[in-house]
């Protein structure tokens, strides 16, 4: 969870003129599996079940530099961050493409822990209060037990409530941002009497798998237990998408909502 928490912090989101990133080697990096490793690779990882395009690019109207799809300018960062989901201020910095694999894990960890405490800590927290009859018999006074009791309570359940809807965001192929544009686009497509869809979804098993590089491309599931480092699947500027679909469906050329509608 720790690991976690300072990978988010210390891992840069990935700004989109910054130079391709190379993958690290070292103790702390996950292992591909070895179907991947033998497998000579040329940057993006193709398979035969997933398609994988090259973004579309478009100039942002703030900083004025290209960027691919699904990218995104920070008013806080002034970059532009490739597949910027928000600017956390909890880690005073953006989670994007490179930190969003540890910025899930860590709240999962965190809701899981917290969770533990709350439930395993609920007979102390009891005698505490004094309402077992039991007597207060720990060298830390039952005040601060009681606070920290509190504390975990209230973090295991918002944490747990942001996690979910996190992971259901990435189950339907969808950044933060993506959500809100998404559901905007969804309206739009309604009143044409059209269905929005998104072309970055590939079914709610298939986003997780990539979203956490675990597919038979990328790396085993075991990682996902361990405090590694980890690429994502893609570069920023290629993205899979379903067959077929260059774009999403049910929408149309200039209705793509800009940085200045998000805000
Ligand atoms: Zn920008
Ligand atoms: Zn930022």
New binding site residues.
Partial sequence: MFAHYFYVCTISPGF?EDPPRQPGTGLLWAKKRQSARNRALTGIRWSDDIQIVKASVSR??????M?PERS??CRIC???VLKYDHHCPGINQCVGLYNERHFVLFLVWLSIATTCFTLSGWPRAMDALGWNGGLWTYYSPPVAFLLVYILSVVLSLAVTIMITWHLWGIASGETSVESQDHEHYRKVAQGRGETFINSFDLGKWKNLELFFNVGMDGYPLYTLLLPLKAEPYTDGRHWARRPGFEHHLGLREGEELT?EDDE
């Fill in positions: 989109v942002c109207r703030r900083c004025g530099i960027r995104h300018h002034n970059r532009c940085d």
